[in-house]
């Protein structure tokens, strides 16, 4: 298994920017696709973002489409997610994910490895 430590939450208001990190660990951590999800109070984990093993294609969910960008530095063992134009839907608790393949889904049955959340809020 692979772990992870995600950073980088916390309160902006609507229109801010956040930047999350997520360190990873473990030997085949570089080889896996990996993937931000969220989970607002009430609602299902959601997938936000992933990116390929090899950092060359990236894919979002249609809300966050032209304002997230995930991106991984293998070298460093991290993967980033910028947040722009942040409304307040966005709120949630944000967690990275590392994926059983080099590509990963949308789907959370396709992770295995899990970090603990950070919390981002978007004021309105």
């Known amino acids: 298994q692979v772990q992870l430590v995600e950073s980088g939450g916390g309160l902006v208001q609507a229109g801010g920017s956040l930047r999350l990190s997520c360190a990873a660990s473990?030997?085949?951590?570089?080889?896996?696709?990996m993937a931000w999800f969220r989970q607002a109070p009430g609602k299902e984990r959601e997938f936000v973002a992933r990116?390929?093993?090899?950092?060359?294609?990236?894919y979002y969910a249609d809300s966050v489409e032209g304002r997230f960008t995930i991106s991984r530095d293998n070298a460093k063992n991290m993967i980033y997610l910028q947040m722009n134009s942040l409304k307040p839907e966005d709120t949630a608790v944000y967690y990275c994910?590392?994926?059983?393949?080099?590509?990963?889904?949308?789907?959370?049955?396709?992770?295995?490895?899990w970090g603990q959340g950070t919390q981002a809020t978007v004021s309105s």
């Open positions: 994910a590392a994926a059983k393949g080099s590509r990963g889904s949308d789907n959370v049955r396709d992770y295995d490895s």
């Open positions: 990116i390929f093993a090899s950092a060359g294609r990236a």
């Open positions: 473990g030997r085949t951590s570089s080889s896996r696709a």
